[in-house]
């Protein structure tokens, strides 16, 4: 079972790097969401993909891309990184219209 | 702006006590209403709340919902140090496609 993965799990990166978070799901699910999670700030959501093909931007896309791959994958790349997106981030993903979310188990991700 | 508040912000109990985490929200096309636990990683699903007035139990913890005034409470009864985390509050949108969270409550529950 092993639901949505994510990696990397940990990443530090230099100002100005890029790098490509990926994120699998195996149950099958139309829905999938990339979220960062700060202190004080609850979970914010950068952009998802309601289903294979497409792709919206949530609350905070400003500095990312998506790819959603296929079904099962969903990838979020940062390409030129900067301190602010110093976070960590989760994917998610759900049955369209169930209201359950199932969560990776994040990337720390640091950008010095 | 769509939003969701929660409150407290953090929460110190001993064991054995009982705890209510309150939820507001204000979401223009609202579908459901979600808590999750939150340890050291990932979140994860407690209830989600559709109808008013129907409480959603499960061991300790239960929850319900008011659409009239637009929140949510989560309680816990005979608290456990097993129950401390963050909780989160989220609601989800009527196109099913977002979900806004609200910034959690941190709850410690002392032995």
């Known amino acids: 079972n092993a639901g949505v993965t994510q990696t990397p799990k940990f990443q530090v990166l230099k100002t100005g790097q890029s790098m490509t978070l990926q994120c699998a799901q195996d149950?099958?699910?139309?829905?999938m969401y990339w979220y960062r999670q700060d202190p004080g700030m609850g979970l914010r959501l950068i952009y998802y993909?309601?289903?294979?093909?497409?792709?919206d931007k949530g609350e905070v896309p400003n500095g990312y891309n998506v790819s959603r791959l296929n079904k099962r994958e969903f990838s979020l790349r940062l390409e030129s990184a900067a301190p602010s997106q110093t976070s960590v981030y989760f994917c998610?993903?759900?049955?369209?219209?169930?209201?359950?979310?199932?969560f990776g188990e994040g990337s720390r991700l640091t950008v010095l | 702006e769509d939003k969701v508040v929660q409150s407290p912000l953090s929460l110190v109990v001993h064991e054995g006590d009982t705890v209510t985490l309150n939820c507001s929200y204000e979401?223009?096309?609202?579908?459901?209403l979600l808590w999750y636990k939150q340890e050291k990683k990932a979140p994860t699903f407690l209830f989600m709340l559709?109808?008013?007035?129907i409480e959603k139990k499960s061991g300790r913890l239960s929850s319900i919902l008011d659409k009239k005034e637009l929140f949510s409470i989560l309680n816990i009864t005979a608290t456990q140090t097993g129950d401390s985390a963050v909780y989160l509050c989220?609601?989800?949108?009527?196109?099913?496609?977002?979900?806004?969270f609200g910034t959690g409550t941190s709850l410690t529950v002392i032995p």
């Open positions: 979401v223009t096309n609202f579908r459901s």
């Open positions: 989220a609601v989800e949108e009527n196109t099913g496609n977002q979900f806004y």
């Open positions: 149950m099958n699910h139309n829905s």
């Open positions: 993909s309601a289903s294979e093909g497409t792709t």
């Open positions: 559709t109808s008013s007035g």
């Open positions: 998610a993903s759900s049955v369209r219209n169930t209201g359950e979310l199932f």
